[in-house]
């Protein structure tokens, strides 16, 4: 006899949940683009125009990363596909948080810090387990390697792999994100009509559009909370107790 399916949680990250990991967003008023202006250190033209810079400025970040922790948050969505529920999650994200906690199924919208690839074939990637990336360091063609991100003004290639996993969600769970990224932000277009969809930020009555439930509570106490709900009733749903809370 085949087994039912299991209901599909899709989760969308956002800078809100590593934040809370020690990692500084770009987005608030003391974050990175404060220092680092956007033209400067994170599009094509940047690296062109002075790739030690860039360079530099992605081994700062690459630091950053390494020296974060999982959180409540990235432990409680690992632990409830450990459960046996089926999770998914498409993150904004260029840290590798969630892979530490456990999370096996991650897409990577907008690539991975601890990654270098090639600057003439994009398929050329290499992983980083220390270090950073050097002028001269060269792709196994002979070319400059730079940071595996996505950069103002460049593609995301992985946007219609996200586009056909979220179509195939039960609940959407969109956690610690402005909404503002495009194209990440129209991800949320993509769901099943009769999916809901929840977004757990401190902001999320003014973030949220119409017809998303908002939970007003950071990434580590609100993700946490609902899945403690969803592991006690082993079923997806939108614990309309809890969200009052919010």
Not at 54 to 83: M, S
Not at 110 to 129: F, Q
Request: proline share 8%; with cysteine; glycine share 8%.
């Amino acid at each position: 006899m085949a087994q039912p399916t299991r209901p599909h949680l899709v989760v969308l990250t956002g800078a809100g949940i590593s934040a809370e990991s020690g990692i500084q967003t770009f987005r608030a008023s003391d974050g990175l683009w404060a220092d680092h202006p956007i033209e400067a250190v994170a599009t094509p033209q940047a690296f062109r125009r002075d790739p030690e810079r860039v360079l530099r400025f992605y081994d700062q970040r690459r630091d950053q990363v390494r020296h974060a922790r999982p959180n409540a948050a990235h432990k409680a969505l690992a632990g409830l596909e450990k459960r046996g529920f089926r999770v998914s999650i498409i993150t904004q994200n260029i840290d590798d948080l969630h892979e530490r906690a456990g999370s096996r199924d991650v897409l990577h919208l907008h690539g991975e810090i601890l990654k270098a690839r090639s600057t003439v074939d994009a398929r050329m990637r290499y992983p980083l387990p220390r270090g950073g990336i050097a002028l001269g360091d060269v792709c196994d063609k002979g070319s400059q390697l730079r940071p595996d991100v996505v950069w103002f003004g460049e593609a995301v290639p992985h946007f219609v792999d996200a586009c056909d996993i979220v179509s195939d969600a039960d609940l959407l769970l969109v956690v610690g994100t402005s909404l503002a990224v495009m194209p990440a932000a129209s991800l949320l277009d993509h769901a099943p009509m009769d999916a809901p969809c929840v977004l757990v930020d401190p902001e999320a009555h003014a973030l949220a559009p119409p017809g998303v439930v908002r939970l007003c509570q950071p990434a580590g106490k609100g993700v946490p909370a609902l899945v403690r709900h969803w592991k006690r009733e082993g079923r997806l749903w939108v614990p309309e107790v809890l969200l009052s809370e919010g």
